[in-house]
């Protein structure tokens, strides 16, 4: 699992860009992007089939620049993810 976060990503017009941009570091199994308003605005959760793809993706997406924003990953408990609990 990776989460990537950034302060200013609530749109979920970008769902599509991290979901391209990730598949290219393993298997992607969802991506969500929490709505304004809601526990963990301005993150992307991104689930990953395996450990591997999540620790690629960690690596080479931290620090990395997405639009006028730098990307900051950091791996997220399974569990909180599958019940939606984005804290």
Known sequence: WVVVCSRCWCAQD???DVE???KKFGTVTSVAIPKPGEVGCG???????????SQTAAAALNNRK?????????????AKFTSGNFQ
Do not use: A, H, L, M
């Open 14 to 16: 970008i769902k599509e």
């Open 20 to 22: 391209e941009e990730c």
């Open 43 to 53: 993150k992307v959760f991104v689930e990953f089939s395996d450990t591997q793809g």
């Open 66 to 78: 997405f639009g006028d924003n730098t990307v900051v990953t950091e791996y997220f408990d399974e």
